[in-house]
């Protein structure tokens, strides 16, 4: 997807988070070193807790929006899940861990206006979002 789409101004955020069955124990370091090795062109952030107390802000609030919440609760279940937000900062979708890539695929294309005429985010982007929780 980001590099289909990253030229019509969608960027991909990732943020490791290790509470899924302690699956992203390394340092902050050892996880850029991994995903450079899969040739990852997305931004990856600093690893982050995504539920409970801890839970960044950010997450805390696009699991509470209308189109961010879950099914049986509004926790992330599992590693790789996503919210595509808008170019005005909405959250548009909330993808499961299970979501085939293609429907992702399938909602940028219907949707090529939130990829052109890029002009705000969710701070600090000023571009559309797909955020998701990466296990790398």
Not at 29 to 37: R, V
Not at 45 to 67: C, R, T, Y
Not at 87 to 109: L, Q
Request: hydrophobic share 30%; net charge neutral.
């Amino acid at each position: 997807m980001h590099a289909t789409y990253a030229e019509k101004g969608l960027r991909i955020l990732g943020f490791p988070c290790n509470q899924f069955g302690k699956q992203e124990p390394g340092s902050e370091e050892e996880i850029k070193e991994f995903a450079q090795g899969y040739n990852a062109e997305f931004d990856l952030f600093s690893k982050i807790d995504v539920n409970g107390d801890g839970a960044h802000p950010l997450w805390k609030w696009m699991k509470e929006q209308p189109k961010g919440k879950g099914t049986l609760g509004n926790n992330i279940k599992w590693n790789f899940t996503k919210f595509l937000i808008d170019k005005e900062g909405h959250v548009v979708k909330r993808y499961g861990p299970m979501d085939d890539p293609s429907v992702s695929r399938a909602i940028c294309t219907q949707n090529e206006d939130l990829y052109s005429g890029v002009k705000k985010c969710l701070p600090p982007s000023s571009f559309p979002v797909f955020l998701h929780v990466c296990h790398t």
